[in-house]
């Protein structure tokens, strides 16, 4: 039981620090492009956040079952590296999605989305935001996958 409390602790602190750092960033980005707030902004922060909470989230369970593969061998350092690693990759994969989205909706739209977000149009802000969360869902399984071939889990004949 002391070693899922202890994992339990570990994932928790890592997450806390991702979200936590993740927003902060959010929030310096858009106060650095948008001096005036309105919905549009706030929807596409709320999903620019949410889909850094989905990659948290696909993260979170190979890394909770990587750690108790760690634990099992009573080794304790190495799932804190691989966790450092694994939330560290997640983060930047979650920023950089969220920045290639800006250029993915702006080669759909042909609109000048900066702008478009600045004077509050909502429907620019909605197809960036769905776009944004569901490259989300179809992308982080996979670089969850690419993750776990880094665990050192041991092979088997058949």
Known sequence: MLKEIFALCLILLFGILYLYTYFKV??????????TKNIATLLLFIAS????????????DMSGNMIQF??????????IG????????????????????FYFVGF???????????????????????????????SSKYIVKIASTFIPYPEFPF
């Open 108 to 138: 759909l739209t042909k609109e000048d989305e900066t702008e478009q977000i600045k004077n509050n149009n909502l429907e620019i802000s909605l197809i960036h935001s769905f776009v944004l969360l569901f490259i989300t869902l179809l």
């Open 49 to 60: 956040n949410i889909s850094g909470g989905l990659n948290l989230l696909q993260i979170s």
């Open 26 to 35: 959010q929030k310096r980005f858009f106060d650095n492009i948008w001096e």
């Open 82 to 101: 691989y966790l450092f690693l694994f939330f560290l990759g997640m983060w930047c994969w979650s920023f950089l999605l969220f920045r290639l989205s």
């Open 70 to 79: 760690f634990l099992k061998s009573d080794i304790y350092l190495k799932p």
